[in-house]
């Protein structure tokens, strides 16, 4: 069983940053990517930014030069920065990870509770 706990989501004003975390926990062999999804009000829920294991990134157009991803390894740990936070970046955020399990040969997809971002005046 493996467990990811995002924190870090909050009420923020136009402009400014938040860091969000996941923690991954359980029976954790090796993680190999990772990614931060968002889904709006209404809306589907998004990939925002991805990274691998010996991370590589990409990012949705619209948070590329705003938003970094990174990972730590040794602490199975994700995080995302965000900079320059619009109103539009409001939502739910979601931690995903692919995770190989001790006594499996592939992985699986896991994926956190949500934390919720509002960037508003």
Same mark, same amino acid.
């Given at each position: 069983?493996?467990? &990811?706990?995002?924190?870090?989501?909050?009420?923020?004003?136009?402009?400014?940053?938040?860091?969000? $975390?996941?923690?991954?926990?359980?029976?954790?062999?090796?993680?190999?990517?990772?990614?931060?999804?968002?889904?709006?009000?209404?809306?589907?829920?998004? &990939?925002?930014?991805?990274?691998?294991?010996?991370?590589? +990134?990409? %990012?949705?157009? $619209?948070?590329?030069?705003?938003?970094?991803?990174?990972?730590?390894?040794?602490?199975?740990?994700?995080? &995302?920065?965000?900079? $320059? &936070?619009?109103?539009?970046?409001?939502?739910? %955020?979601?931690?995903?990870?692919?995770?190989? $399990?001790?006594?499996?040969? +592939?992985?699986?997809? %896991?994926?956190?509770?949500? +934390?919720?971002? +509002?960037?508003?005046?």
């Amino acid at each position: 069983q493996v467990q &990811l706990v995002e924190s870090g989501g909050g009420l923020v004003q136009p402009g400014g940053s938040l860091r969000l $975390s996941c923690a991954a926990s359980g029976s954790i062999f090796r993680i190999n990517a990772m990614g931060w999804y968002r889904q709006g009000p209404g809306k589907q829920r998004e &990939l925002v930014a991805g990274i691998t294991r010996d991370s590589r +990134t990409n %990012y949705a157009d $619209s948070v590329k030069g705003r938003f970094t991803i990174s990972r730590d390894n040794a602490k199975n740990t994700l995080y &995302l920065q965000m900079n $320059s &936070l619009k109103p539009e970046d409001t939502a739910v %955020y979601y931690c995903n990870a692919d995770v190989v $399990s001790y006594g499996r040969y +592939t992985e699986y997809p %896991y994926w956190g509770q949500g +934390t919720q971002v +509002t960037v508003s005046s």
